[in-house]
């Protein structure tokens, strides 16, 4: 078939079963946007910013299990979606992005709305090309979609320069991707996983430590029934909320800088550490030379470059998570006694009762947490949950009962504020059954708060709770803890009238002072189905507690705050 | 933690901006390059890439495994065993004695490959140790310029 550059985009995305993109058009992607213009196969939603185009991308990624699409132009359209793309890789969602160049003829001579796009976006993707000739175009998307979903998935930008998408060339997409260098390890070493098993059958105190991973593998179900069938207590990385169901005797609760003091105390107490698809990071290890200082660790990761990093795993399993728990629990079913870790399980209680999550209420003044636990309890499993970055978004990762994988939608490695609303947007597009809210901060929103228009014009009603304590809420809590109170550019007192703000837009606004003004205006914006903003003045001087000071050790948590 | 000198040997597709895959990669984990070398191996599609590094056995472990992870990056390898050499070529004024220059070339597996009007330069190729013995040797000659290649290693 001999069609242009621009169609070939086309017929990909087609071929690659693409329901929706997110992007902005510009100068140099025209071409394509005109090719978009003529076809009915997928919609396409313009945003109307490029980073809000990226994370809508992964916000849909995440929630649906499947790659996620952005477009966007040269230069500027590009630079302001490298936040996006950068988000992405840290959190290994599978994306592939589709840039606009200048023209062959014009790379290198400093054009208009020129960037060495490439060289910016090398090391925040997993893998990225620059189409010379359209002869290539589709092996290049049909490898971008394969990089982006196998191995360890990841964002994928492929920069397309205009003439090439101008360029008539044979389009053949039925090729399979041959790629002799690359070549992702999906089936675990058995030697090695029963190595692993008879670890877990001698162990007294055992320990899941479940990452996003499980979560991208698919592998939730099954790590749920493995837990369930061995006994084995849980903690749960950021990223991997919802892996467990909150109500799971199991489950412990999240670990690390702001985990639950049970969860990090398991985690310094076990003498196995399980860990499966997570990857050590410093908000969750703290100080490393204390962590898990009495277990041996089993290591399961798609990304052989994960393992051993941080921490030395005595038990390296390179493989799916999904694979390699199915392999274990063949051979745990025999080996592993599930009665053995009653007195594990006692001392974990123990934990729990000692001191578990929780807040003081405060007279009249709405406590933040109470906010996120009295959306648990009115949407509970009917809504996804995403945030920005933040007090907030701790609050939620702390206090909200998840239920299921991909209810949980934030930005985790890269701690993009902003994230947010346009993932909001996203999750509303995979699943349009479910609310979609998005918890956020007087801060965070206001940083692509432009995506008002995108949700109002394709009627993708997220509804936006801003948790308002007119601070930057997080990087206060720190100078108050750490800087002597010296309250440095964080106070946000002038606010705009988010009421009137979220009408000018075409949406619905609310200004929350009390609990029962809450249930209200929450009811009230999911019965109307509109896209909206809650305003909800929550008490300003919150901290996120416990918590673990940077460089501390996870048993020496800070579980409470008294103001000096 | 033992900062130990290493040779990696890395073959990679040889395609556009595959170096610059490689050479970011060291930059932006804070791996230090020593030197580098690349040429297109012989009747392939690949090239080889020579770094040489220093770092302690887990930062060198961790290298290997991010460069593997490069997409277009066949195969890595630290080199145990192996013949390593480099060349050296400097540029000597015509005002020192040759003869001298000759004899110690000869002892680093060199030579005068080139006299001019004014200067001369002189090769060699041996072990890097050697190759900074000889630098150090030549010094007395007065160089006006000195070249390094590079290592290049191959697996007894």
């Known amino acids: ?564 | 933690m033992e900062q130990a000198r290493r040779v990696i040997s890395v073959i990679v597709l040889n395609e556009a901006s595959v170096l610059s895959r490689i050479a970011g990669l060291f930059s932006g984990r804070g791996y230090n390059i020593e030197s580098l070398t690349v040429a297109p191996i012989p009747d392939s599609k690949y090239s080889r890439i020579t770094i040489v590094t220093a770092g302690s056995i887990k930062v060198v472990e961790q290298i290997i495994k991010q460069l593997h992870k490069l997409i277009p990056v066949l195969k890595v390898y630290e080199h145990a065993d192996l013949v390593e050499k480099e060349m050296a070529m400097v540029k000597i004024p015509l005002t020192e004695s040759l003869g001298d220059i000759e004899a110690l070339a000869h002892a680093y597996n060199g030579r005068i490959v080139n006299v001019g009007s004014d200067t001369l330069i002189v090769m060699v190729a041996d072990e890097p140790m050697r190759v900074g013995h000889f630098l150090e040797a030549i010094k007395r000659f007065h160089p006006k310029e000195i070249v390094r290649s590079g290592s290049v290693a191959m697996e007894r």
């Not at chain 1, 090309?129 to 998307?141: E, F, H, N, P, S």
Request: negative net charge; charged residues 20%; hydrophobic residues 45%.
């Open chain 1, 1 to 564: 078939m001999q069609i242009s550059g621009a169609q070939m985009v086309i017929e990909a995305l087609i071929a690659e079963e693409v329901e929706v993109i997110f992007g902005y058009p510009g100068g140099a992607i025209m071409n394509v946007y005109d090719a978009i213009y003529q076809q009915s196969s997928f919609q396409h939603v313009l945003t109307r910013h490029e980073q809000a185009a990226v994370h809508a991308a992964e916000g849909y990624a995440k929630a649906s299990g499947k790659v996620g699409v952005a477009m966007i132009t040269s230069g500027p359209g590009f630079t302001n979606a490298i936040t996006g793309i950068a988000d992405a890789y840290m959190d290994s969602v599978p994306l592939v992005v589709i840039s606009g160049q200048v023209p062959m003829s014009l790379i290198g001579t400093d054009a208009f709305q020129e960037i060495d796009a490439v060289g910016i976006s090398r090391p925040c993707t997993k893998h990225n090309y620059l189409v010379t000739d359209a002869k290539d175009l589709a092996r290049i998307l049909k490898e971008a979609f394969y990089l982006a979903r196998t191995g360890r998935p990841g964002p994928v930008h492929v920069d397309i320069p205009k003439d090439v998408t101008a360029q008539i060339a044979l389009f053949d997409y039925s090729k399979e991707v041959e790629l002799e260098t690359y070549k992702p390890t999906v089936k675990g070493n058995m030697r090695q996983i029963k190595k692993a098993v008879e670890a877990i059958a001698n162990a007294k105190r055992p320990l899941l430590y479940l990452g996003g991973g499980v979560i991208s593998s698919g592998a939730a179900e099954l790590v749920r029934e493995f837990s369930k069938m061995t006994q084995i207590p849980a903690v749960e990385t950021f990223m991997a909320r919802g892996t467990l169901h909150h109500a799971d005797p199991l489950l412990i609760s999240m670990l690390g800088m702001h985990g639950s003091y049970a969860a990090n105390m398991a985690m310094s107490e076990t003498d196995l550490v399980i860990g499966l698809g997570a990857r050590f990071d410093d908000r969750v290890t703290g100080k490393l030379s204390e962590f898990a200082k009495n277990a041996q660790i089993i290591h399961v990761d798609i990304d052989p470059a994960s393992i051993s990093k941080l921490v030395n795993a005595h038990f390296p399993i390179v493989g799916d998570v999904k694979n390699v728990v199915e392999s274990m629990m063949t051979l745990a079913k025999d080996q592993v006694d599930p009665l053995r870790y009653a007195p594990w399980h006692n001392t974990i209680a123990n934990f729990n009762k000692l001191h578990p999550l929780s807040y003081t209420e405060e007279g009249d003044r709405l406590k933040p947490q109470w906010v996120v636990q009295r959306i648990g309890q009115l949407l509970g499993d009917d809504a996804n949950i995403s945030t920005d970055v933040g007090q907030h978004q701790m609050w939620t990762a702390q206090f909200y009962p998840f239920s299921r994988p991909r209810q949980w939608n934030s930005s985790g490695g890269l701690g993009t504020m902003g994230y947010g609303f346009p993932a909001a947007i996203g999750v509303k597009r995979a699943d349009m059954e479910r609310v979609s809210i998005n918890i956020t901060g007087d801060g965070s929103i206001l940083m692509n708060i432009q995506e008002l228009m995108t949700a109002v014009e394709y009627n993708l009603p997220v509804i936006n709770v801003i948790l308002n304590n007119n601070f930057l809420g997080m990087v206060r809590q720190w100078q108050t803890m750490f800087y002597d109170k010296r309250h440095s550019s964080t106070d946000l007192s002038i606010q705009p009238d988010f009421v009137k703000l979220a009408e000018s837009f075409g949406g619905v606004g609310y200004r929350v002072t009390t609990k029962e003004e809450f249930d209200t205006a929450l009811k009230d914006a999911v019965e109307k189905n509109v896209v909206a903003l809650i305003d909800v003045v929550v008490a300003r001087f919150e901290n996120v507690l416990p918590m673990v000071p940077a460089g501390g050790s996870l048993f020496n948590m800070m579980l409470e705050y008294k103001d000096k």
